[in-house]
């Protein structure tokens, strides 16, 4: 039996032209659209949470706190963005941390 028949009585062949690559995900299965960056953030430090909770090895946990350590300095620059980009100065951060503290509310 020659290649291409045993091909068709195993029912495969060659893909047609409209073949997605073998490592494509399908459209309804590929990256959520309603998660912001800092959602993402958010869910790896989750992560590397519960990694550090079951990891034993030492060294491993070092390397686990680096990466949480850099994804915390994602998250503090996009807020300072955020701020700047709202026009919040370090007076309004001071003036929000005091309302807090007396149970006032008003955090930015």
Known sequence: ?????????????????????PDALPPEEGPPTDVTPVDALRTVLESIEIY?????D???LAEAA???ALVQKLLAK????TEAAMGTTSAHRGMARALQ????????
Do not use: H
Request: proline share 9%; no cysteine; charged share 15%.
């Open 66 to 68: 680096k990466v949480y």
């Open 1 to 21: 039996m020659n290649p291409e028949a045993l091909l068709g009585a195993l029912g495969g062949g060659a893909p047609g032209p409209e073949a997605a690559p």
């Open 52 to 56: 550090q909770g079951v990891e034993q």
């Open 101 to 108: 503290q007396q149970g006032g509310g008003g955090g930015f």
């Open 58 to 60: 030492d060294i491993d």
């Open 78 to 81: 996009n807020q300072q963005e």
